[in-house]
């Protein structure tokens, strides 16, 4: 059996108590990790005024993957200034391990607005807005200009692109959105379109469609089941997907998966909601998209049957109308008993 190195960020608020769920079921799946946590987040920032040491950065390099709960300050809070962790912390691992594919797959659960969607979101995760282009000009003045450009280099969307066909190509449906504002955004737009143009003829299997961002808005509310795999820019991406979350069942079982499809460094595993420090301690926060996240990185780590089970035991545990009373640890037995 191998024993894989995990690197544990359990981070702030529920992250902790969702990441406990998450390794609970990863040992009741019978795979062997060899964990080291990191104490990184909102709480390590007010104590010390770090974010990511370059040594941390460069000792996570050395991992198989890394498993991270969550990551922010409360609410409402003025301590940490806006981008300090989200740029510092979470883009900077992304940027840093070049996790440039954000996985994100959505199931219905019943009861939602969507019960039976089941479809995957390839966010690009490394470029468009959230690169860092652009700046100030006359700061503070009347005339003050602020920009920030959106960056699309040929690379990045191709490789991105590839991954969602290659994906597509593996799943019964086979079929592939392109969703995009290529009306309006009439390079980055181009630029995108063409590339899915010229890989599409190396996945001929594959139907392909395309959807500007807005409608794709409407068409999540109204029938997300259409959807099979859909491709995004990061931004569109990240709206996207706190929106399929909602209609999928809510965003407590959205997992996510920030992958180095080359494998030249770690992957990370995260659900896609935040450190939800209202709740925190009282054992209400939902697990689930935590355990679904650590299914994916068991899929990453080639670990594929475990992974199939732990999937199978979120979603039949969902599917299971479970009483919506039950604490953090309660769901993760729960989860963990149906395997
Ligand atoms: C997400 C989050 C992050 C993002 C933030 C916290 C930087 O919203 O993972 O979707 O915008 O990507
Ligand atoms: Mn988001």
Redesign the pocket.
């Known amino acids: 059996m191998t024993t894989h190195k995990v690197a544990l960020i359990g981070g702030d608020g529920i992250g902790p108590e969702v990441v406990a769920e998450a390794l609970k079921v990863v040992a009741a799946a019978g795979v062997d990790l060899d964990t080291t946590s990191y104490d990184l987040g909102a709480d390590r920032y007010l104590r010390t005024g770090e974010v990511l040491p370059d040594t941390v950065l460069e000792e996570l390099r050395g991992f198989d993957a890394i498993l991270l709960g969550a990551i922010g300050p409360p609410v409402g809070s003025t301590d940490v200034p806006p981008g300090t962790l ?1 740029r510092g912390l ?2 900077r691992l992304r940027f840093a391990l070049d996790l440039y594919v954000n996985l994100r797959p959505f199931t219905g659960v019943p009861g939602a607005l969507a019960p039976d969607c089941d479809f995957v979101v390839v966010r690009e995760n490394t470029e468009g807005t959230y690169a860092g282009e652009g700046g100030f000009l006359r700061k503070g003045t009347a005339h003050e200009v602020a920009t920030q450009g959106s960056v699309n280099t040929r690379h990045g969307v191709e490789r991105c692109v590839r991954f969602a066909f290659r994906l597509a190509s593996g799943r019964p449906r086979r079929q592939l959105t392109l969703v995009h504002k290529t009306n309006v955004l009439t390079f980055a737009g181009d630029l995108w379109q063409r590339t899915v143009d010229e890989v599409a003829p190396e996945h001929p299997e594959v139907a392909r469609d395309y959807n500007h961002v807005d409608a794709a808005c409407i068409y999540l509310v109204e029938q997300a089941s259409r959807y099979d795999v859909v491709v995004t820019d990061n931004l569109f991406g ?1 709206i996207l ?1 706190d929106l399929a979350g909602a209609v999928a069942g809510g965003i407590g079982y959205a997992a ?1 998966a920030n992958l180095n499809p080359d494998r030249t460094g770690p992957s990370m595993f995260e659900p ?1 909601h935040g450190a939800a420090h209202d709740i925190a301690g009282t054992g209400r926060a939902n697990p689930a998209a935590a355990i679904r996240s650590a299914a994916l990185m068991l899929d990453h780590l080639g670990e594929t049957s475990a992974a199939d089970r732990v999937t199978k035991a979120v979603l039949g545990f969902v599917a299971s109308a479970p009483d919506h009373s039950l604490s953090t640890s309660a769901i993760g037995d729960a989860i963990a008993e149906r395997l």
Do not use: A, I, K
């Open positions: 989200e979470l883009l990240d997907t996510s896609v």
